[in-house]
C-alpha cells in the first residue's frame, strides 16, 4: 500500500465483525455494526507539539487498535476500504496474548 499519513493521521484496516455471539447465535450481516477495532496499516511521522517539534506516535504498524464507531475518515486504496483517523481518534491498544498471537 503506497500511502503515507501526514503527522499524526494513521491508516487502519477495519478487523471483520464476529459473526457469532458467545452463546453461538449468528448475526446475519444486515444487523452487524460496523467492527471498530481494527489493525494499523501506517502511522505518520509525529504530533506537532506546540513547541514546534515532532513527538512520535504511540501505536506502529501491526498494532491492533479500538476505536470510536464513527472515528476517521474511510476511503478505498488498491480497492480495499480503509480509514484514515487521527492517533487522538484511537480509544486503546489492544494487547494480544501470546497464545492468540500463535493461533492466528
Known amino acids: 500500500m503506497g500511502v503515507k499519513p501526514l503527522y499524526d493521521r494513521?491508516?487502519?484496516?477495519?478487523?471483520?465483525?464476529?459473526t457469532q455471539?458467545?452463546?453461538g447465535i449468528v448475526i446475519p450481516d444486515?444487523?452487524?455494526e460496523k467492527p471498530n477495532r481494527g489493525e494499523v496499516?501506517?502511522?505518520?511521522?509525529g504530533a506537532l507539539t506546540e513547541q514546534g517539534q515532532l513527538r512520535a506516535l504511540a501505536v506502529k504498524p501491526g498494532d491492533h487498535i479500538l476505536f470510536s464507531q464513527y472515528a476517521g475518515t474511510e476511503i478505498k486504496i488498491d480497492q480495499e476500504p480503509v480509514l484514515i483517523?487521527?492517533?487522538s481518534d484511537i480509544l486503546a491498544v489492544i494487547e494480544l496474548s501470546e497464545t492468540k498471537e500463535k493461533a492466528a
Open 10 to 18: 494513521v491508516v487502519v484496516r477495519r478487523l471483520t465483525a464476529e
Open 85 to 87: 483517523m487521527r492517533e
Open 41 to 45: 496499516i501506517a502511522v505518520g511521522e
Open 21 to 23: 455471539t458467545a452463546a
Open 30 to 32: 444486515s444487523a452487524s
